[in-house]
């Protein structure tokens, strides 16, 4: 067994319990107010539950606060685009500040998900997985890293005829997945505390096209979903 490698899992593991316990008590009384915005306005649920891929490809299920008006957030299209009718008044700002990934911190307690990881893939798109990506699945799934900074806003990426799904599965996988793939390879416990910090520079409104443009010549082009 190699030995850092090794201690840098018991680490990072260390780490996310202590940033996601932290950011739980500290962030309580946010998670109070977000939930009695949502049950005023769409009532009940509170919690959008969805089944996600996981690490060696196992399957966990995922929260977020809900952003869907209807009780039946499985309904139609399994991706979340841009100007989503489907959304509430509440779930557009939660989409907007990605304030509904908060109880994620939750799946991170369980060792569902790290703070720093790829992006858990839902089964919809399981299949996108192939031989030269599913080593990806090596690795615990998390809120921040590469790809969610480059795809922050990934609902506006999506052209204006293109169709949804197709488009996710032969262009936006694929430039998430290249992402990841360099990455994840030779990451270390600094390169993950600069995703942290980039991370949530992010989250508040740095631009991430540079990163996106690197893996996906042109496709800065596309923001607003135009072609």
Request: charged share 20%; glycine share 8%; net charge positive.
């Amino acid at each position: 067994m190699r030995v850092q490698p090794y201690l840098d899992a018991r680490l990072r593991r260390l780490l996310d319990v202590a940033i996601a316990g932290a950011a739980l008590v500290v962030l309580a009384p946010l998670f109070l107010a977000i939930a009695v915005a949502i049950v005023a306005e769409c009532g009940r649920p509170i919690f959008f539950r969805q089944i996600r891929l996981g690490e060696g490809g196992r399957h966990f299920t995922i929260y977020k606060f809900r952003k869907f008006a209807t009780r039946e957030t499985r309904a139609g299209l399994p991706l979340t685009m841009q100007n989503d009718a489907r959304m509430s008044r509440i779930g557009r700002l939660l989409a907007d500040t990605k304030l509904d990934e908060l109880p994620q911190f939750y799946n991170i307690l369980r060792g569902d998900m790290s703070v720093v990881g790829p992006r858990p893939e839902s089964l919809d798109f399981a299949d996108c997985f192939d031989a030269t990506t599913i080593s990806i699945l090596e690795h615990r799934p998390g809120i921040l890293g590469p790809s969610q900074v480059a795809f922050r806003n990934e609902g506006s990426l999506f052209p204006v005829n293109a169709e949804p799904t197709r488009f996710y599965r032969e262009v936006l996988f694929p430039a998430k997945a290249g992402l990841d793939l360099r990455y994840y390879r030779d990451r270390t416990l600094y390169t993950d505390f600069k995703w942290i910090v980039v991370g949530i520079l992010a989250v508040v409104g740095l631009n991430a096209s540079a990163v996106r443009s690197a893996s996906m010549p042109g496709m800065a082009t596309t923001e607003g979903g135009q072609p």
